[in-house]
């Protein structure tokens, strides 16, 4: 019995200019912002790896979130480290 093949680039893949057959992302956000906003970590500094569940689940942490002001995943410090690296790659030229 022949199975008919699917083609993947109708199925929520697509093709890179490598040729690579990749998965179709989204960004928008996995829940609505006032559930985002309740999801919070439990970490005691920095979340700066993956054990942060906020990290882990591509989310940024939020005031509710027990890390502190020394955080490396809030919204502040992740704005300010893309300043930073934007404005170091100017240097680079």
Known sequence: MWQQQFDPLKHGYHQD????ILPITT?????????????????KAYCSTQR???????????????????????????????TQDSDDSDDEL
């Not at 200019?17 to 690579?20: A, F, L, N, Q």
């Not at 956000?29 to 970590?41: F, G, K």
């Open 17 to 20: 200019e490598k040729g690579h």
């Open 27 to 43: 960004k928008v956000l996995p829940a609505p912002q006032a559930i985002v906003e309740l999801v919070r970590c439990q970490c």
């Open 52 to 82: 942060c569940s906020c990290r882990r689940n591509y989310l940024t942490c939020t005031d509710l979130c027990l890390c502190g002001t020394d955080c490396e995943n809030d919204a502040d410090y992740i704005v300010g480290y893309e």
